[in-house]
């Protein structure tokens, strides 16, 4: 059974929620290393006010018994500690009394950038707010959280995933992104930035190019390309083989099959070739500024500005690892397709055996 994601729930909701399938029974989970990358995506310099606001834990509603995987889907809750300020504006049936809390006025001022006014033109809603709940970054959480588990599942054959950001606003080194940042906060602006995944460990052959959808190079791009305010993915070095000659492009294999270079960033073909495979996504500045922007009131039709809601200056480090989870999920995905297995012990037998026979890694 191929791996599953599904994910739901707002941003002010009561929760958000990931139901994973294909999981091979019996596979490890430690509640303290997903709740460690979900403190991860919280972190960064220049994140807003609601990080404090929420602390995100896991919660697991089915699938897991004692730590173990039991093969069946697992379910994985994250709740918005802050719902309790929405309760009526959010709730999911008529709420009857009189407006309470936050989230109880029409939202009728679109963000440009955001998918506020597609969202409302798309589905017909009167309020932006049926759009902007869902499209927020805030349902993140939930990939993350699928994503640490697939690291946990990488983990049993030897693979590691790690992001990191390179750039913020076109600077790059800590104290340059940090003064970037803060330059941009003191203008009530935002920033966005480049960041960069490594996979350590993968052999040969995951991936296929026998069809589009199975080539591993076109579900990264597809997976990070599905975050918010990704406008960018590039594998390996991308843009720049565009710019040179062939003789140049190319990564030469030596004796032991492997490569001088690593310009294909460990992918040729769609499928991963034992070289390091390395990913990198670019975000744009985010969409909600403290200075707003100009746009139209949907109930008037009257020019108007923006609304504002709080907002990041920029989340770059967090974007490093959603995308790290992106790359964990795809590339797991991958690794069970071809390993299978209904018990953990079935995938990582046939991973050695794989190996066994591809007789990798090659000596001389």
């Known amino acids: 059974m191929p791996l599953g994601l599904v994910t739901a729930g707002e941003s002010h909701g009561p929760a958000i929620v990931a139901v994973l399938t294909g999981l091979p029974a019996g596979l490890l989970l430690e509640r303290a290393s997903i709740d460690a990358d979900l403190r991860r995506r919280q972190l960064g310099y220049g994140r807003s006010p609601r990080q404090q606001l929420e602390t995100d834990t896991v919660e697991v509603l089915s699938g897991l018994r004692q730590g173990r995987t039991l093969g069946t889907p697992l379910t994985l809750v994250v709740r918005n500690l802050d719902h309790k300020n929405w309760t009526w504006g959010m709730s999911p049936f008529e ?29 017909g809603h009167d309020d932006v707010r049926n759009a902007l709940e ?24 030897g693979i590691t995933v790690a992001g990191r950001p390179l750039e913020v606003g076109g600077a790059s080194g800590d104290d340059g992104m940090r ?31 026998a069809e589009k959808a199975d080539r591993l190079d076109a579900r990264f791009a597809f997976a990070l390309m599905g975050i918010q305010a990704v406008k960018g993915v590039e594998i390996g070095d991308g843009f720049a083989l565009a710019r040179v000659r062939g003789s140049e492009a190319h990564d030469e294999i ?3 099959l492997v490569r001088r270079t690593n310009h294909a960033g460990g992918l040729e073909a769609g499928i991963t070739n034992g070289e390091p495979v390395i990913v990198r996504a670019a975000m744009k500045p985010l969409p909600t500024l403290m200075k707003p ?10 020019a108007a500005q923006a609304l504002v809601e709080r907002s990041d200056v920029q989340a770059v480090e967090a974007l490093a690892v959603v995308a790290e989870a992106a790359v964990a999920w795809e590339l797991a995905v991958s690794a069970k397709d ?25 000596t001389l």
Request: aromatic share 4%; hydrophobic share 40%.
């Open 179 to 209: 003064e970037a940042t803060d330059a941009a906060r003191k203008d009530r602006d935002t920033l966005g930035g480049i960041v960069e995944v490594v996979v350590e460990g993968c052999p040969p052959g995951l991936g296929s190019y």
């Open 293 to 302: 922007l100009d746009s139209v009131d949907l109930e008037t039709g009257e």
């Open 254 to 256: 030596d004796p032991g």
């Open 95 to 123: 709420p009857g009394g009189e407006p309470q809390g936050k989230g109880v006025k029409v939202v009728t001022l679109p963000r440009p950038g955001h998918a506020d006014l597609a969202g409302v033109l798309k589905y």
């Open 134 to 157: 869902r499209a927020s970054a805030r349902h993140t959480a939930t990939h993350v959280a699928a994503g640490a588990v697939a690291k946990a599942l990488l983990a049993t054959i």
């Open 338 to 362: 071809k390993f299978g297995g209904d018990a953990i012990a079935d995938f990582v037998g046939a991973h050695a055996a794989y190996l066994e026979r591809i007789r990798w890694p090659r």
